[in-house]
């Protein structure tokens, strides 16, 4: 772990860290310092005080490191200013800790963020895989919030229905269905959320493409929480 700290405290800081059992790769008294440091040791945090000497402080150095190498960060400070609240903002730290803190705190606080920047990896690489498999997909991959609106377009999507990705982002999902069934589609889907968290069911309908066609096609509807709010995903195939 890279710490960037108040020059004055650099050996008691470090040694509170290790008798926490981190290892510690490297300590700084600047911005400048902590960059390079964590840039040839790549840790797995940053224990970094907000304000340190140099040109760069505490928050840009964070910034930059989250930036660049997806480096996070637990920010250190005695005092902060509504201006530099907003400023740590910017940098997305995992932690903040108020001085002077106990080692207990120190601990909770380095522990959260490295869980939390786990979550944030693993779910990055999760969506990276979705998204992967969504773009190869043959079948049309259309995702609507909870109110019907679209809101993910599939590049099947667009080739089977002839929409583009830009038209048809936050239209209600009943433009690809005839015009006799449009307004069902998105109470449908308010209805069946209302009921369950999660469903899925498959269903045989009619879509229209933008030329005014119709096909038959098969509905695979699957609703799931993403981000704290319920979507609805259909799969169609014809």
Same mark, same amino acid.
């Given at each position: 772990h890279v710490t960037g700290v108040q020059t004055c405290a650099l050996p008691i800081f470090q040694r509170q860290l290790e008798r926490l059992g981190y290892a510690v790769c490297g300590v700084a008294s600047s911005g400048e310092e902590a960059v390079d %440091?964590?840039? =040839? @040791?790549?840790?797995? +945090?940053?224990?970094?005080?907000? !304000? +340190? &000497?140099?040109?760069?402080?505490?928050?840009? &150095? *964070?910034?930059?490191?989250?930036?660049?190498?997806?480096?996070?960060? #637990?920010? +250190?400070?005695a005092y902060a200013t509504d201006d530099v609240v907003e400023r740590a903002k910017d940098a997305a730290p995992l932690g903040y800790l108020i001085k002077p803190f106990d080692e207990h705190s +120190?601990?909770?606080?380095?522990?959260?963020?490295?869980?939390k920047h786990q979550l944030n990896s693993r779910l990055r690489q999760s969506e990276?895989?979705?998204?992967?498999?969504?773009?190869? *997909? !043959?079948? @049309?991959? %259309?995702? *609507?919030?909870? !109110?019907? *609106?679209? #809101?993910?377009? $599939?590049? &099947? =999507?667009?080739? %089977?229905f002839g929409y583009s990705e830009a038209e048809v982002l936050g239209q209600p999902i009943g433009l690809l269905m005839p015009p006799p069934f449009r307004a069902l589609h998105g109470p449908a889907l308010a209805?069946?959320?209302?009921?369950? $968290?999660?469903? /899925?069911?498959?269903?045989?309908?009619?879509?229209?493409?933008?030329?005014? /066609?119709?096909?038959?096609?098969e509905l695979t509807l699957r609703s799931e929480e993403h981000t704290s709010e319920l979507q609805s995903r259909g799969l169609i195939s014809y």
């Open positions: %440091i964590a840039t =040839a @040791a790549q840790p797995n +945090l940053v224990v970094m005080d907000i !304000h +340190l &000497a140099g040109a760069m402080d505490g928050i840009a &150095a *964070a910034t930059l490191l989250r930036q660049r190498y997806d480096i996070p960060s #637990v920010f +250190l400070t +120190l601990r909770t606080t380095i522990e959260i963020a490295l869980h990276a895989r979705y998204r992967a498999v969504i773009q190869s *997909a !043959h079948d @049309a991959v %259309i995702t *609507a919030d909870h !109110h019907g *609106a679209i #809101v993910g377009w $599939s590049p &099947a =999507a667009a080739q %089977i209805s069946a959320d209302d009921r369950e $968290s999660t469903f /899925s069911r498959v269903r045989e309908v009619d879509a229209v493409r933008r030329d005014g /066609s119709t096909f038959p096609a």
